[in-house]
């Protein structure tokens, strides 16, 4: 049981650049979700699927698409990357057994955009 | 949409000294408060959480107490120790999305 599990762990990119930063989970999630972390900023919600096939924007979700085609698994693609986007990217899942219970987060992708 | 707000982003403690992180929330609609713990280059780990319905919580050295009508809830750890030295956020949820704070560096003196 690996819990959620984040590829790559670190990547750097050229400004316009396009990458896909893949999150997996093996706890059978309804829900995952891209958070984002800037200094100063805490966790702000990029984009949050509720479902297998579902997806909705959260906070910060300009510049960034996302897909759930699996229920296991959820995608953060960037298409053209800015240097505005250099943060910590953490995925989340957690179960539908009810609005009580928090997010479990994977280890994160450290991204810097030059 | 939902905004919270958490003080101090600094905090420094004797250690065996309690610490207390206040937070705020502006929706009503807010039903599930949990508190992450992030330790440097880690992710962030639930320690505690709590739900609308009830006004405190406790589990060991920590607890969370929230008060709905004035709209806040706060993390109060007693008798610290340099473990505790972290990150810490407070989060508020509706319909399954979290709001998070923007964290409380925790410093615990020797």
């Known amino acids: 049981n690996a819990g959620v599990t984040q590829t790559p762990k670190f990547q750097v990119l050229k400004t316009g650049q396009s990458m896909t930063l893949q999150c997996a989970q093996d706890?059978?999630?309804?829900?995952m979700s891209w958070y984002r972390q800037d200094p100063g900023m805490g966790l702000r919600l990029i984009h949050y699927?509720?479902?297998?096939?579902?997806?909705a924007k959260g906070e910060v979700p300009d510049g960034y698409n996302v897909s759930r085609l699996k229920k296991q698994n959820f995608l953060l693609g960037l298409e053209s990357a800015a240097p505005s986007q250099t943060s910590v990217y953490f995925c989340?899942?957690?179960?539908?057994?009810?609005?009580?219970?928090?997010?479990?987060f994977g280890s994160g992708t450290r991204l810097t955009v030059v | 949409g939902e905004n919270v707000e958490q003080h101090p982003s600094t905090l420094s403690v004797q250690e065996g000294d309690s610490a207390v992180i206040k937070c705020t929330y502006s929706?009503?609609?807010?039903?599930?408060f949990p508190w992450y713990k992030q330790e440097l280059g880690k992710r962030p780990q639930l320690i505690i959480d709590?739900?609308?319905?009830?006004g405190e919580k406790k589990d060991q050295r920590i607890a969370v107490t929230l008060n709905k009508t004035a709209k806040h809830f706060s993390l109060h750890i007693t008798e610290t120790q340099p473990e505790d030295s972290a990150v810490y956020f407070c989060?508020?949820?509706?319909?399954?999305?979290?709001?998070f704070g923007t964290g409380t560096r925790l410093t615990i003196i020797p």
């Open positions: 699927s509720v479902g297998e096939g579902t997806t």
């Open positions: 989340a899942s957690k179960d539908s057994l009810g609005p009580f219970y928090g997010y479990t």
């Open positions: 989060a508020a949820s509706i319909n399954q999305k979290l709001t």
């Open positions: 706890m059978n999630h309804e829900y």
């Open positions: 709590i739900r609308s319905n009830v």
């Open positions: 929706d009503s609609a807010s039903n599930y």
